[in-house]
């Protein structure tokens, strides 16, 4: 398939904790199939560097490792919905974060997407990447994202060529706030209490696949590319390793 092309692929969620690969592999995903990655985190960073309302809200969770309330990012990710470049799909990265998220997101696509912007009626692909619990403060606290663009990097497994500058855009690689020691601690536990449940909530409906994380970028690309593009053949399995 050529890069950039637009597919109706419809909506694709990633799950999986801080640190699981979500961004790196939500960015390949969108380009590959011509459609807008959506991370929550992304806009509610940008909320707070501009100091928007929002962003005033949001900021001192943000910085404690905390969920930002659901009503407020639900609004947030409804204005990004409305927008006519997710009408053949989009890629959501970090959303739903709760069962709440969930069951909102359910009911904004029965009711709202696919009746108002005439999107076909797909099924949100719902994958989970699944890594290693000890890998991840290694790749959070290893984490340099590039100022301009939010390109990622890792300073264990894929640094820049150049240190602390990005590859494609030459700005400057920074470490986020919220990835320190202390703050990693509470993310991972806001993941184990509030969003474990999200995996459950579509393993019930039979439509949650996992892929191994653990593997090399570019593995892990590959298998989510044949899970969307095997959608329906696997749904409510994992193709790729027992579980
Ligand atoms: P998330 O969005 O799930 O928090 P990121 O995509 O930002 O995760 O990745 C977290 C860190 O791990 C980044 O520094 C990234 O470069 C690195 N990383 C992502 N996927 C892999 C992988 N498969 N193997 C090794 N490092 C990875
Ligand atoms: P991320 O960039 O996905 O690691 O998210 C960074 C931070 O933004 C999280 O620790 C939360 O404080 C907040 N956040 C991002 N997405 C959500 C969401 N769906 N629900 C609540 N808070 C979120």
């Known amino acids: 398939m050529a890069e950039g092309t637009a597919v109706n692929v419809g909506p694709i969620i990633l799950l999986g904790p801080p640190g699981a690969g979500k961004g790196t592999q939500a960015k390949r995903i969108a380009e590959r199939y011509g459609i807008p990655q959506i991370s929550t985190g992304d806009i509610l960073r940008s909320n707070v560097q501009r100091g928007s ?7 001192a969770i943000m910085a404690r490792g905390e969920l930002v309330p659901d009503d407020l990012v639900c609004n947030m990710v409804a204005a990004r919905l409305r927008e006519a470049d997710c009408v053949p799909g989009f890629i959501l990265d970090g959303f739903p974060r709760t069962a709440a998220q969930a069951g ?3 009911a904004f696509l029965e009711h709202e997407f696919f009746d108002n912007l005439h999107a076909d009626k797909c099924l949100p ?5 699944d890594v290693d619990y000890n890998r991840l403060l290694q790749r959070l606290t290893g984490r340099r994202t590039c100022l301009a663009n939010g390109h990622i990097y ?9 240190a602390d500058v990005c590859d494609v855009d030459g700005s400057q690689l920074v ?3 919220d990835d320190r020691e202390e703050v990693i601690r509470e993310r991972l536990k806001a993941y184990d209490l509030q969003t474990r ?6 393993q019930q409906k039979g439509r949650l696949v996992s892929v191994n994380g653990d593997l090399p970028v570019e593995q892990v690309t590959g298998q989510m590319y044949w899970v969307i593009e095997h959608h329906g053949a696997v749904e409510g399995m994992s193709p790729f390793y027992g579980g």
């Open 104 to 106: 909102w997101l359910d």
């Open 125 to 129: 692909i719902v994958i989970r990447i």
């Open 175 to 177: 470490t986020r706030n």
């Open 154 to 162: 890792n300073v264990y497994s894929q640094p820049p060529r150049v």
């Open 53 to 59: 309302e929002l962003g005033l809200q949001a900021k």
């Open 197 to 202: 449940p999200v995996a459950e909530y579509y």
